[in-house]
């Protein structure tokens, strides 16, 4: 499949997929760490998370400009590389102020903004040669996968460096604990004796100071995550290398002048409408909402689509205003797809099941899992491959994964304790294991001039999405819900209440969620790339490659939306925000369709 695509996919492939190994490194952490170290809020956690995310895609405006104007594109991803692997070191090191923290996470941020767009925009440019334009599609894809094999290994990398370090403190982990030793410390907490019971549990005796044991524990878990930042750097490293020896089978963009003297005119004028366009709608936001947060971003966006409507041609614009409408459509689906990291992950920590049978633990092990993924990989490639050579090594992968599987299931006990951030790998898992299945179909449909147009494809995603969201709130309905657990006790003091295990679930909800909402992904993110790369004109590759990812970035910023009801609506009510998201963004992308169907083949 692959000699289909030019060598510079593989380089692309490959120095994403470090890259990404050290973003999801993080970011299945990331909103953990920061109640844990410094006992936020979901809800102030929440913004603090979603400002990050927000900057990483909002800054690839920056990266776009810049790129765009120099032509230096590869120089400007191996800056980004360079700048994001400081953030990283600086997110290694223990003991930072909520402050130093920010400021490093600004510097990851602003180093994406530089790498990512501007590396989906070279992709864009190995497939404009005419040789390869019709595997466009099948390229984006291949290229997003990259991303998700890195970020599959990542949750598992984040959690071992945790354990091992709370081991070396002879401590055991539990994701209800930081929250409840913060409450401890600020004397809010109301079960004390549940608190011991746990405390006696990860420490393997008797503790007989708990003030003592909720420092300690706070402390050496956050410092946990501290380490699990320093893999990310490594791999930021790897991933740096392979962009340095081989991006020589990279496209190099030469200048062009065309139409360079009638867009420095423009550009007094379109900057002062884009000025006014972001303080006029912002304005307006603000009213509507009085949320500083939510204004700021919708008004950036406003500001955005007026500077590049301003200082477009009149034969650009069709092809603009399209990309546009597409990107207030991905808006609302990152808004509800990122509560995987926020939302989906608290989930996963106060609802579902923190021990799980011998056989469910094989997808919360790595070792078991990969075993696991052999033993399936080899029943396809005995059941699906023509050549008998492929179907006696699929049926030895059988046999011999499959024996491992069920040995693993054998050594396991009867009851395995499981990580929340371990969820956040199925994700990538998915992606990595039905891109090529979905490829095929796309492929199959195509031969029979069956296969839905891009735009198509990207509102039968947006419908599956919600389809996804609709398996949690089905988990949710009969759960005792957030707000119920915080109240004011009899001195007019905050009180904090554990969710009860009564209230925990099978972690199957959350997995077959994942499994839709990853589908759904499929058919939108890799296809929205694919659609800006054909559809952008030449001039602005970079900067619409960043207004995708400035779509994406105010999706992110809307992710508070979750955090904020997480302490305020009943759970299934919070989930059917999402779906009724999803749903709307479905519509209006079919009834524009025939509009984006008309720029995609013109």
């Not at 031969?447 to 996804?468: C, L, Q």
Request: proline content about 3%; glycine content about 8%; some cysteine.
């Amino acid at each position: 499949m692959l000699k289909e695509h030019p060598k510079g996919l593989l380089v692309a492939f490959f120095s994403n997929m470090g890259e990404r190994f050290g973003f999801y490194t993080m970011m299945a952490i990331l909103v953990l760490f920061l109640q844990a170290k410094y006992g936020l809020s979901e809800q102030d956690a929440g913004s603090y998370y979603s400002w990050f995310y927000f900057a990483i895609y909002a800054l690839a405006l920056v990266g776009g400009s810049l790129a765009d104007w120099s032509k230096k594109y590869k120089l400007v991803i191996l800056a980004g590389l360079l700048v994001m692997f400081s953030g990283y070191v600086v997110m290694s090191l223990p003991g930072n102020t909520l402050t130093i923290t920010l400021i490093g996470l600004f510097t990851i941020a602003f180093g994406n903004g530089l790498f990512k767009g501007n590396l989906q925009a070279v992709v864009g440019q190995m497939y404009d040669n005419p040789k390869y334009n019709q595997v466009r599609d099948s390229a984006y894809m291949i290229f997003y996968m990259g991303i998700n094999v890195g970020a599959f290994f990542a949750p598992f990398a984040a959690t071992a460096v945790r354990n091992w370090f709370l081991g070396r403190y002879g401590l055991l982990h539990d994701g209800s604990l930081p929250a409840m030793c913060h409450a401890y410390m600020r004397n809010e907490l109301s079960d004390i004796g549940a608190f011991q019971v746990l405390a006696d549990r990860v420490s393997g005796g008797a503790v007989t100071d708990l003030s003592a044991f909720a420092q300690q524990y706070v402390d050496v878990f956050a410092k946990g995550y501290n380490y699990a930042f320093a893999v990310a750097a490594g791999a930021m490293v790897l991933s740096t290398l392979v962009f340095i020896f081989f991006n020589r089978y990279l496209p190099n963009k030469e200048k062009s002048k065309e139409k360079e003297t009638d867009q420095v005119a423009k550009t007094p004028v379109a900057f002062i409408f884009a000025v006014v366009a972001a303080v006029v709608i912002g304005g307006l936001v603000y009213l509507i909402s009085s949320n500083v947060d939510i204004s700021f971003a919708i008004g950036l966006f406003a500001g955005f689509v007026a500077w590049i409507v301003q200082i477009s041609s009149k034969e650009e614009r069709p092809r603009i205003v399209a990309l546009l409408l597409v990107f207030m459509v991905v808006i609302f689906f990152w808004m509800s797809f990122h509560q995987n990291g926020l939302t989906l992950t608290f989930f996963a920590r106060d609802y579902t099941v923190k021990e799980v049978g011998p056989f469910t633990n094989i997808f919360f092990d790595l070792d078991s899992m990969l075993i696991f993924i052999g033993a399936i990989a080899g029943f396809f490639l005995l059941l699906l491959h023509k050549k008998s050579t492929g179907k006696w090594i699929g049926g030895a992968m059988l046999v011999v994964f499959g024996y491992l599987t069920y040995y693993f299931v054998s050594q396991n006990q009867p009851s395995n304790a499981i990580e929340p951030e371990v969820f956040q790998s199925f994700n990538p898992l998915f992606i990595v294991a039905l891109t090529f299945p979905v490829m095929a179909v796309f492929s199959w449909l195509n031969r029979r001039n069956m296969e839905p147009s891009t735009p198509k494809k990207i509102g039968i995603g947006m419908i599956i999405a919600a389809f996804g969201f609709l398996i949690v709130l089905v988990a949710s309905i009969k759960l005792v819900s957030p707000h119920m657990l915080q109240y004011v006790d009899e001195f007019g003091r905050q009180a904090y209440n554990p969710v009860p295990d009564t209230s925990r679930v099978s972690p199957y909800w959350l997995i077959n969620s994942y499994l839709i909402i990853t589908i759904a992904e499929l058919f939108l993110s890799p296809m929205g790339l694919s659609f800006v790369s054909k559809v952008a004109p030449v001039r602005f590759q970079g900067l619409m490659q960043g207004g995708w990812l400035l779509a994406t970035a105010v999706g992110n910023k809307l992710l508070m939306v979750g955090s904020f009801f997480w302490g305020r609506l009943d759970l299934w009510q919070l989930w059917g925000i999402f779906i009724i998201c999803c749903l709307l963004s479905a519509g209006f992308i079919f009834a524009i369709m025939k509009r984006l169907e008309r720029v995609t083949k013109g």
